[in-house]
Each structure stands twice: as C-alpha cells, then as structure tokens.
Nanobody, 126 residues
C-alpha cells in the first residue's frame, strides 16, 4: 500500500502563496492519478484539484481555478499544489490522494481514491 505524506502547510495571510507537496513514504505513484482535497472544521472533505497519471488531464474546483495549480514530477515521485492568492476560505486541512484504478482519468470524487495522506494544515488569517 502506498503511504502519502503531505508537507508545506502553515499560517499565511490573504494574498500569500504557498506550495504543498505530496510524496510517498514507500513505493511510487508514477502510474496513479493524484488529487488534492481539503476539509475545514465541521465540514466534509471537498475536492480541490486532480491530475491524471501522465499529467494530461487536470481538473479544479471552481473557487480555486486561476489561483491553484496542481502538478506532478514523476521523475522525483512528487505531486504539488501551488496555492496563489490564498483566501481565508482556503483554510483547511489539505489531503493528498492517489488512485490506482483508471488512473488516466482525473477523478473529482474522493471515494474513487485508494490512498490518502495524513493531511497538512493551511491556515489563512489576516
């Protein structure tokens, strides 16, 4: 089983930028579709961004389009979420996820993912 580890979260101000990273603690996700989800306190886990196995298909939640960019570096076995112009509403625990079935499809549904990281906290506060 692939174990994912997120990093890069922290406390930032509105308008700031930060970059989240996701890497496996063992194995590789070279052939997996990857996604980012987030969960605010008291809320359900929500889709943020996803990228297909080869990076040819990406999808974003509407509120992050134009601000966030998901990318993957398969050579270094890392997935990123570049977060620009962050807003208070972006505050959440951000989770990295991997899908090993139909990995050429960038799915937005959390139930389609097979592996999850422990999450990294992003707090946007003025």
């Amino acid at each position: 089983q692939v174990q994912l580890v997120e990093s890069g979260g922290g406390l930032v101000q509105p308008g700031d930028s930060l970059r989240l990273s996701c890497a496996p603690s063992g194995g590789t996700f070279r052939f997996y579709a990857m996604g980012w989800f987030r969960q605010a306190p008291g809320a359900e886990r929500k889709f943020v961004a996803t990228i297909s196995m080869n990076g040819g298909n990406v999808r974003y939640e509407d509120s992050v389009k134009g601000r966030f960019t998901i990318s993957r570096d398969n050579a270094n076995n890392t997935v990123f979420l570049q977060m620009n112009s962050v807003q208070i509403e972006d505050t959440a625990v951000y989770f990295c996820a991997a899908q090993d079935f139909n990995s050429h499809v960038a799915t937005i549904f959390s139930l389609d993912y097979d592996y999850w990281g422990q999450g990294t906290q992003v707090t946007v506060s003025s």
